[in-house]
């Protein structure tokens, strides 16, 4: 996968790629999808949910450019594959998944690849004034939801799968500075979406 699939579409990071290839990613899949965790496609979860395709997520991923100790802050994250890539690579991250049968497996998997309360996971937004240094939105939204990028510290990062009536969604890297929040696209993909966003009235970068 690292070889085949990331290095060849831009993703150099070597503590990204160490972490890749440390993680068994079909242990984030229910058993019956295990055999399909390395395809260069989004896997089909119950529920209408899918796991990102290895080569989107690692570029997600690399854009946060997460450095050991930083907050990171995961929302939609299924069954726990891109939270796990983070806090290997040394990050403290928070994972935010509402479905309780792919939080299950996510807790199961990070039990099995993970030091003991690597990551901190709940099913609702953090809602006590806590500010990240990055966020990833795993799944294509209609846009960079304000209830996620409020939730960045003065620096921050934040990537996701924007889909602006396109055929195919747009990764987009969000900063805050100087307490404002901009958005800039990065590369065209397409993802599977990450339901309970509403779509704004019209989306411009």
Request: charge should be negative; include cysteine; glycine fraction near 10%.
């Amino acid at each position: 996968m690292v070889d085949g699939q990331l290095r060849p579409n831009k993703v150099n990071d070597p503590r990204l790629l160490e972490a890749v290839r440390d993680l068994p990613r079909e242990r984030f899949l229910p058993p019956a999808l295990r055999a399909r965790a390395y395809v260069d496609e989004d896997v089909a979860l119950p529920g209408g949910r899918a796991m990102m395709e290895p080569m989107v997520i690692a570029r997600l991923v690399q854009l946060l450019e997460a450095r050991p100790g930083e907050r990171v802050l995961v929302v939609g994250a299924g069954t726990g594959y891109g939270a796990a890539v983070l806090a290997r690579i040394g990050a403290a991250v928070t994972a935010v998944e509402e479905d309780g049968a792919l939080a299950a497996i996510a807790r199961e998997a990070f039990a099995e690849c993970l030091p003991p309360a690597a990551i901190h996971l709940t099913d609702r937004l953090p809602s006590d004034g806590a500010a990240f240094d990055a966020v990833l939105v795993e799944g294509e939204v209609p846009a960079v939801p304000e209830a996620v990028s409020g939730l960045l510290a003065e620096g921050g990062r934040l990537a996701t799968v924007v889909g602006a009536g396109r055929r195919n969604g747009v990764a987009v890297l969000g900063r805050r500075i100087g307490g404002a929040f901009t958005v800039s696209p990065v590369f065209d993909c397409a993802v599977s979406a990450l339901p309970g966003f509403a779509a704004p009235a019209r989306f411009v970068f």
